[in-house]
């Protein structure tokens, strides 16, 4: 399986780190509260990287992958992406920089409800700078559709498919624009365990074949399976380790032995696929 990673964009840059940050700091300020969310954090990510960033609730990590994201901007520090200062780009900038550069997965997977799986997907097509035609859109979505092997389900909209498969498409609809990153904010938070290893073998494939990705977890056991660990305290971060990565599908191939254990988690809302019945 290969990702259709436009990865020409980044060869021959392998010493520019993709994303590097220095003092960068964010802080919210109303007339009523003010908080320093991210105060000074220096980090580099090379292309390649699976990093996951851990650290308690309130710690700054989605302030952190919203700045890495372009999706916001820091009060002060800065930021290159991919070797290009991005700190200071307009609000139109950065939104051009994003759909070229970032893809997204969140916890609530933030799906179209009434929308088939395929359509999802090919949204963030139709607000790409790429001029596509309707063909050419629709067979890129239909890739990534089977890159997260989700194929058979392209016609079924979110409430037909389990909360696995929804945070497939999800992953899809971040990879048909052929990103070099993915920023995954608690991909698996609403997942049961097993579920979530599948999603994280699926993170792992993508980054074998040279995704970058950033996932935030809660999870010391998720953590596990990523090549570096980052903990996020008050705002800084407070460890930043290599690790020998866990293989996810070596997990998921040893599941039976504990799942006995996990009966007792086991927990039909998440775990049942209305979408295999069809
Ligand atoms: N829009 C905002 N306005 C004011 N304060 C905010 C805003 N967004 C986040 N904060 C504050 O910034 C700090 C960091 O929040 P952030 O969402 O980055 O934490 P987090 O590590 O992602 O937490 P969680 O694990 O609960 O998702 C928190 O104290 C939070 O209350
Ligand atoms: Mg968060």
Redesign the pocket.
């Known amino acids: 399986m290969k990702i259709p990673a436009d990865q020409e964009k980044i060869a021959g840059k392998s010493d520019t780190p993709l994303l590097k940050i220095h003092g960068l700091k964010r802080s919210?300020r109303t007339e009523t509260?003010s908080?320093d969310?991210l105060r000074g954090i220096d980090l580099e990510i090379r292309q390649g990287e699976f990093v996951a960033i851990m650290?308690a609730?309130?710690?700054?990590?989605?302030?952190?992958m919203n700045i890495l994201g372009c999706l916001d901007r820091p009060t002060e520090g800065s930021f290159f992406l991919d070797g290009q200062q991005v700190s200071n780009l307009s609000r139109d900038e950065l939104a051009s920089v994003r759909n070229k550069t970032i893809g997204f997965v969140f916890q609530n997977f933030h799906l179209l409800p009434r929308t088939s799986a395929l359509e999802n997907v090919e949204l963030p097509l139709l607000y790409s700078s790429e001029k596509l035609s309707w063909k050419e859109l629709h067979k890129r979505a239909t890739e990534a559709l089977e890159i997260v092997g989700l194929s058979e389900r392209a016609r079924h909209t979110p409430s037909e498919l389990s909360g696995g498969q929804q945070q497939r498409v999800a992953i899809a609809r971040a990879l048909v624009t052929r990103p070099s990153i993915l920023l995954a904010d608690?991909p698996t938070g609403n997942l049961d365990s097993r579920t979530s290893l599948e999603i994280i073998g699926l993170f792992q494939q993508l980054n074998r074949d040279g995704l970058t990705i950033l996932m935030?977890t809660?999870e010391p056991e998720n953590a596990r399976f990523a090549q570096r660990v980052i903990v996020?305290r008050d705002g800084l971060i407070q460890s930043d380790r290599t690790i020998p990565p866990r293989s996810a599908a070596e997990a998921l191939a040893n599941w039976k032995d504990v799942d006995e254990d996990q009966e007792a988690d086991y927990d039909p809302e998440v775990s049942e696929s209305p979408g295999d019945a069809g």
Do not use: F
């Open positions: 919210y509260v908080v969310a650290g609730s309130g710690s700054g990590k989605s302030t952190l608690e935030v809660h996020m």
